[in-house]
C-alpha cells in the first residue's frame, strides 16, 4: 500500500532562518505529489505540486520542493522563513488509477522571533 | 466564486444524536471527499465520490452516511454520534484526475459530548 511519511511532527526555526521540511513516499511508479499548508483553523491551501519535469518545482509564498526518486523524497525547502510561515505543513500523494490521495501525519511549523 | 463552502462551521451534538454537514462547490469539479482531521493524524478519508451518482468508501467511513445530491453538493451524515467522531471534517474537490491538487473547504468543527 502506498504511504507517506512525515518523520518530524514539530519543527521550529528563528525568523530569517532556513527550512527544510521531510516527505517520504512510498509508490512504485512516478507519483503525483502534493504539499499543502494549513493556518489555525483554515482549510488547507496548495504550495506546490510536482506530477513530471522539472524535479525542482517552485510554488507560492516563495517554497520549492525537490523531488528525489533515488530517496523516495519530496522535501520542502525555503530559504529564509517569515514569521506569517507558521502553520502544519502536509505533504500529500495521488494514487494512480484511484480518485484517492494519502496525506502525511502534519508538520506544525514554530517560527521564532 | 465562493470555491468550497461547508456549513456549518461549529456544531455541539450530544451522542446519539444526528446531523448533516454540508458541502458546495462552484468550480464545476467531478470528485468531492469528505475528510476528518484529528490531531497527529493528518487526514484521513471518510468518503469520496468520484462523479455525480457514485460514492466510495475512503479510510475510515464507520459511522457515515454520504450522498451526492448533485455535482455541486455532497452531504455527510453521521446518524447516531459518538464521542470518537469529535473532530474537524474536510470537504475537498478535484476535477477527477490525482495529478490535479485538491480545493479546501474551511471545516467544520465538530464536538460530540
Known amino acids: 500500500a502506498q504511504s507517506v511519511t512525515q518523520p518530524d511532527i514539530h519543527i521550529t526555526v528563528s525568523e530569517g532562518a532556513s527550512l527544510e521540511l521531510r516527505c517520504n513516499y512510498s509508490?512504485?511508479?512516478?507519483?503525483?505529489l502534493f504539499w499543502y499548508v494549513q493556518s489555525p483553523g483554515q482549510g488547507l491551501q496548495l504550495l506546490l505540486k510536482y506530477f513530471s519535469g522539472d524535479t525542482l518545482v517552485q510554488g507560492i509564498k516563495g517554497f520549492e520542493a525537490e523531488f528525489k526518486r533515488s530517496q523516495s523524497s519530496f522535501n520542502l525547502r525555503k530559504p529564509s522563513v517569515h514569521w506569517s510561515d507558521a502553520a502544519e505543513y502536509f505533504c500529500a500523494v495521488g494514487e494512480t488509477g484511484t480518485y484517492k490521495y494519502i496525506f502525511g501525519t502534519g508538520t506544525r511549523l514554530k517560527v521564532l522571533a | 466564486n465562493a470555491g468550497v463552502t461547508q456549513t456549518p462551521k461549529f456544531q455541539v451534538l450530544k451522542t446519539g444524536q444526528s446531523m448533516t454537514l454540508q458541502c458546495a462547490q462552484d468550480m464545476n469539479h467531478n470528485s468531492m471527499y469528505w475528510y476528518r482531521q484529528d490531531p497527529g493524524m493528518g487526514l484521513r478519508l471518510i468518503y469520496y465520490s468520484a462523479s455525480e451518482g457514485t460514492t466510495d468508501k475512503g479510510e475510515v467511513p464507520n459511522g457515515y452516511n454520504v450522498s451526492r445530491l448533485n455535482k455541486r453538493e455532497f452531504s455527510l451524515r453521521l446518524e447516531s454520534a459518538a464521542p470518537s467522531q469529535t473532530s474537524v471534517y474536510f470537504c475537498a474537490t478535484t476535477s477527477g484526475r490525482v495529478s490535479n491538487e485538491q480545493y479546501f473547504g474551511p471545516g467544520t468543527r465538530l464536538t460530540v459530548t
Open positions: 509508490y512504485g511508479a512516478t507519483p503525483y
